[in-house]
């Protein structure tokens, strides 16, 4: 693994690079069939977690190396909220809950939230043997819906995480997912983002046929995925009560020339605040 590349420039491509979004673009996805995968976008999430169970994503221990802000603080008196969004089966709270329990820092750690899509993903954390509503509260919901607020009251975080989640998510409801995140935090409350950067090796990859529209794809098993450019993103959140505190193309490349292993990724991560006089 060489050492990440933090950009905020975009990837410059190759004349074979342009030829292949080029292709893409000769047969799109027709608009029955990208309506049906909006209608039917919680049954494909779904079959995925029955078809992978808990053994697909691996634990995301690599998160508070990359947001500081995960780490346990010193007691400040008032325990921290923090809610995943889009928690597929808890890798991301699960590690960070270990590690406060482990150290004995769970008072000036976080109590956790953590929902997803996906009904069988819920019960997958509920069943971890780390749950334990002392610590952590997950609970199904649509994040471009009301749903959320059901659970949790307005102004009541102080961090919100999505990794990986928002790129799964219809472009036309990326305002939606924002507002609420805005609602739920307290005056200057973080959202920490990681995920997938335009012209990641993953969306050079498709071939046509699987495009719904710019930037927007269709994979195998009918869940979507959406690659962001660095302006775009800053600008959803800008104009919907946040601050951009860091906004970076992350390069990763895996590097094996042993075995022929040459993996070059594009991710996009990103830390917002809540302005306070929004």
């Not at 079959?47 to 007691?75: G, P």
């Not at 009560?241 to 993996?263: A, C, M, P, Q, S």
Request: with cysteine.
């Amino acid at each position: 693994m060489e050492e990440d590349i933090f950009t905020t420039r975009t990837k410059e491509l190759s004349a074979d690079e342009l030829n292949k979004l080029e292709e893409q673009n000769k047969r799109l996805v027709p608009e029955f069939k990208a309506n049906k995968l909006e209608i039917d976008a919680q049954r494909h999430w779904d079959l995925f977690y029955k078809r992978n169970e808990t053994r697909f994503f691996k634990d995301r221990h690599w998160t508070t190396r990359e947001f500081q802000e995960l780490l346990a603080e010193e007691c400040t008196g008032e325990r921290r909220t923090l809610l995943e969004v889009g928690c597929g089966v808890g890798n991301l709270v699960f590690p960070l809950l270990e590690e406060q329990l482990k150290d004995q820092t769970s008072e000036q750690g976080f109590y956790f939230y953590a929902c997803d899509f996906s009904p069988r993903a819920v019960d997958f954390v509920r069943t971890n043997p780390l749950y334990d509503t002392k610590h952590i509260t997950a609970f199904q919901c649509d994040i471009t819906t009301q749903q959320v607020h059901e659970h949790i009251e307005a102004a009541s975080l102080d961090v919100c995480t999505m990794i990986f989640v928002l790129s799964a998510i219809h472009p036309d409801r990326f305002v939606d997912v924002v507002k609420n995140l805005w609602q739920l935090l307290k005056p200057g409350g973080l959202v920490l983002f990681r995920d997938y950067g335009l012209y990641d090796m993953a969306q050079l990859r498709f071939k046509p046929g699987h495009k719904i529209s710019e930037n927007f794809y269709m994979r195998q098993d009918g869940t979507r995925s959406y690659y962001f450019a660095q302006e775009e993103l800053a600008e959803i959140f800008n104009h919907n009560g946040f601050d951009v505190l860091d906004n970076n193309y992350v390069h990763r490349r895996t590097l094996n020339l042993k075995e022929g292993i040459d993996v070059p990724r594009i991710f996009l991560q990103a830390k917002f605040r809540k302005r306070s006089d929004s």
